[in-house]
T-cell receptor, first 111, second 115 residues
């Protein structure tokens, strides 16, 4: 089955700086890679996703890059703000399958 | 759009009780719904995949007689934890898929505490 590794487990950055979270996956059949933000006591909220036919996708301050050959994908958040503080999960899967999640990154934005 | 509602949000009950959790897609019909479990400070682990009108597919290691899933309509799936014990205490989260190759949308989870 799929295995997703996520690093780092904790990331602390100064407000206004950029944050980068990286994930690798094992199953070359995976073709869908979403990123979720989870706040305490809530369910995950989709923030951006990318499919295997695209190398990069951007939505305002958030971008995701995908390298299918190396089987890794990354989340980039620029101009970080206090409200970006949360746990971020990467995931990998197919079109109609359940997702395999990484272990999560606790992002802390220092004022 | 794409709102998924879970109920209840929090339940505390005695050991041996059966607990039912509902997952509803409020503004779309879901071809597939998924159930995940999340222990404190850990990741989400897929428990089962549920398609309307058919039996759920369980992940390896998940007891289907313990975690009963019913997907009676395109907007409702239920998870029943039967004869719950303290080790079943966890955060249970559902997600719904509008169509293949569409994003999964998650509910806000149900915190289950078994005394």
């Amino acid at each position: 089955g799929e295995n997703v590794e996520q690093h780092p487990s904790t990331l602390s950055v100064q407000e206004g700086d950029s944050a980068v979270i990286k994930c690798t996956y094992s199953d070359s059949a995976s073709n869908y890679f979403p990123w979720y933000k989870q706040e305490l006591g809530k369910g995950p909220q989709l923030i951006i996703d990318i499919r295997s036919n695209v190398g990069e996708k951007k939505d305002q301050r958030i971008a995701v890059t995908l390298n299918k050959t190396a089987k890794h994908f990354s989340l980039h958040i620029t101009e970080t703000q206090p409200e970006d503080s949360a746990v971020y999960f990467c995931a990998a899967g197919g079109g109609a399958d359940g997702l395999t999640f990484g272990k999560g990154t606790h992002l802390i934005i220092q004022p | 759009g794409a709102v998924v509602s879970q109920h209840p949000s929090w339940v505390i009950c005695k050991s041996g009780t059966s607990v039912k959790i509902e997952c509803r897609s409020l503004d779309f019909q879901a071809t597939t719904m998924f159930w995940y479990r999340q222990f404190p400070k850990q990741s989400l682990m897929l428990m089962a995949t549920s398609n309307e009108g058919s039996k759920a597919t369980y992940e390896q290691g998940v007891e289907k007689d313990k975690f009963l899933i019913n997907h009676a309509s395109l907007t409702l799936s239920t998870l029943t934890v039967t004869s719950a014990h303290p080790e079943d205490s966890s955060f249970y989260i559902c997600s719904a898929l509008r169509a293949p190759n569409q994003p999964q949308h998650f509910g806000d989870g149900t915190r289950l505490s078994i005394l």
